[in-house]
């Protein structure tokens, strides 16, 4: 096992656009760390020079003290696991898990025992016979598994390998690779546009967007203090909730009325004009069903519309934003690959409410999960620093999107005809 230490990591190609820019993250030996970001974010490009199949344009890549650059990939003692599975199919499970051992030019004897320490792991032994034409697809990604885990590499690294799975099949898998994972203790880095597996796998996640580090923490970190409003809007489902604020005092004024929120949140926005707070839909509830005592708001509201799942229920309530949120929201929605960042609050009620479309309700809300961010920057004003994990440069959301729009011109120009 090994470190792996990714120091100001810079890929750019021949139009000279970065697709990873300045990255820098650091594995710890036996961390499960998680790349993760909507499609285009660099996540995978970055793991493609972990390994060696992509040239770094500059940065320094080391596994464990070993600077690894110029190393081919069958010098970095990596195994990787890939989306398609890459197996061999007029090869016998055994002979697919045994394949980078006979590569190497094993004995038979330490073939065996290692092929069939895998498979008794992974729960493949009744199936080593077989071809893998005739696997399901969570078999076939157990015998990927097993072609890594024989060759005692340094690390593992996983290119969304769930991604051709069911949704079942997926949660199954998520925890096989969880409960591997820990019983190996090996350094593994993970890549998926999945929020779930992001949340659900890693000891600490990276949140990628447009080739450039927004936040790394913990699942926890993440989700209970984003950096900013990309990390927000990314983590959780359904997504954060954005409205248009403004602070006075102690107080903030939201499209549904004023609340008081901490004097430590207030300070930190104060003299910032209008900004953007950030509430999750679990903060809210049916003020009928809240235990009396609890400190919070409350507030009435037309419900437009009602989803009731049976254990809980999500009521939308329309409201208005000034053109300056509203642009930034929809610049988020074109960041999170379509995600509607409309301007509705979404509130999640307990299954016992009885709160139906088109009643005029009472919701409450715990101020003290209010987040206020500046729409020109995205930065969370309210961050509690101490408990973010590792933030990048506060304008890391705001150097993303300048690479989008250099991007997004470039494309421009080369379909505009002189």
Request: with cysteine; glycine share 8%; net charge negative.
């Amino acid at each position: 096992m090994a470190a792996i230490d990714m120091k100001n990591i810079v890929k750019q190609y021949g139009d000279g656009f970065p697709a990873v820019n300045d990255v820098s993250i650091d594995v710890q030996d036996g961390e499960f760390m998680i790349l993760v970001g909507p499609s285009g974010c660099g996540k995978s490009t970055l793991l493609r020079m972990v390994v060696g199949l992509e040239d770094i344009t500059s940065g320094d890549m080391m596994i464990g003290d070993k600077k690894v650059n110029d190393l081919a990939p069958r010098d970095r003692n990596l195994a990787m696991v890939f989306q398609n599975y890459a197996l061999y199919p007029h090869l016998t499970v055994y002979e697919n898990i045994a394949f980078p051992l006979r590569l190497a030019g094993a004995p038979d004897s330490e073939v065996d025992e290692k092929v069939r320490k895998a498979s008794a792991t992974l729960e493949l032994d009744e199936h080593l016979e077989r071809k893998p034409g005739n696997l399901s697809g969570g078999q076939r990604q157990r015998v990927a598994m097993g072609r890594a885990i024989v060759r005692d590499a340094d690390a593992f690294l996983f290119d969304e390998p769930l991604s051709n799975l069911d949704a079942k099949l997926r949660g199954q898998m998520r925890t096989e690779i969880s409960r591997l994972q820990k019983r190996l203790g090996i350094t593994t880095i993970y890549v998926t546009h999945d929020q779930t597996e992001a949340m659900t796998l890693g000891d600490r996640v990276a949140v990628l967007k447009r080739g450039v580090l927004q936040q790394l923490a913990t699942p926890r970190e993440l989700y209970e203090q984003p950096g900013n409003l990309f990390v927000a809007g990314f983590i959780g489902s359904p997504p954060m909730n954005f409205l248009p604020a403004t602070v006075e005092g102690t107080s903030v004024k939201l499209p549904f009325g004023t609340v008081d929120i901490p004097a430590a949140k207030a300070e930190k926005a104060a003299g910032k004009g209008l900004l953007i707070a950030g509430i999750r839909p679990e903060h809210f509830e049916d003020a009928s069903v809240v235990s009396s005592g609890r400190e919070g708001h409350t507030f009435r509201a037309k419900v437009d519309v009602v989803e009731w799942l049976g254990n809980e229920a999500y009521a939308y309530i329309p409201f208005e934003a000034p053109p300056e949120v509203q642009a930034q929201l929809t610049q988020l929605e074109k960041d999170l690959d379509g995600e509607a960042m409309r301007t509705q609050l979404v509130v999640s009620l307990d299954g016992s409410s009885r709160i139906d479309e088109g009643d005029e309700a009472e919701i409450w809300v715990n101020t003290d999960k209010i987040h206020l961010f500046d729409p020109a920057s995205g930065e969370n004003l309210t961050l509690d620093a101490g408990r973010a994990g590792t933030l990048p440069a506060a304008n890391a959301m705001q150097a993303a999107e300048e690479v989008g729009r250099e991007q997004d011109q470039a494309s421009s120009s080369e379909g505009t005809t002189p």
